[in-house]
């Protein structure tokens, strides 16, 4: 009975060994292949979208021998360098101007082409404070608190129609920040978080379990 006893505590000790091993190696591994998929998936649509645009002569696979990954990324990055450097001069900025005068006048493809150059201002910084200030926004219910980013003040028809002051909220569902809803609100309502819009949508991203605690630490530490 006691050699029985001893073999399964023996076994019982080669299992839970065995699954710290499976959690550990798990930590480790899925994060770095997911991030490598990503990147990888990334490059792999770049180097298909540079195919279909730039003609078949100029694309460097049609006199290498062997097709090399990324050649899609610098491309698209040399493109929008070069652009930005003739963007910066004065033909750039008439050329700048006559597209949006020529396609600000075009139905349905003038929504798309404001929408989008708005949104490509804000994100790289030209709109001063959009999406840069994170708050918390009571809802769905009383008590019951979410993340949300400061767009600036709401529209003037919005204002005048509850005829009060409001701002509008993005607030972004989790995991995935790139849709979500967008609220009007009395700037009262809102209650500032001490965190940077990095740090609150990583939050978000996380599902809440990457705090700002969390970076601090150092690997091997509890």
Known sequence: ????????????????????????????????????????????????????????????????????PGTGLVIIVSFILVSGFVAAGWLGRRADNLSQAVLGRLPVIRIIYRTVRKITETALGRSGSSFRVPVLIEFPYPDAWCVGFIAGESA??????????TVSVFVPTAPNPTSGFLINIRRERLRTIDMSAEEALRNIVSVGLVRRNDETKEPGND
């Open 1 to 68: 009975m006691e050699v029985i006893n001893s073999v399964d505590d023996l076994g019982g000790k080669k299992m839970k060994m065995i699954k710290k091993w499976f959690i550990a190696g798990s930590i480790v591994t899925i994060p770095l292949a997911v991030t490598l998929w990503l990147v990888w998936s990334t490059v792999a649509w770049l180097d298909d979208l540079a195919s279909s645009i730039i003609p078949k002569g100029w694309h460097p696979s049609s006199y290498l021998p062997v097709e090399i």
């Open 156 to 165: 003037p028809e919005i204002q005048s129609a509850v005829k009060e002051r």
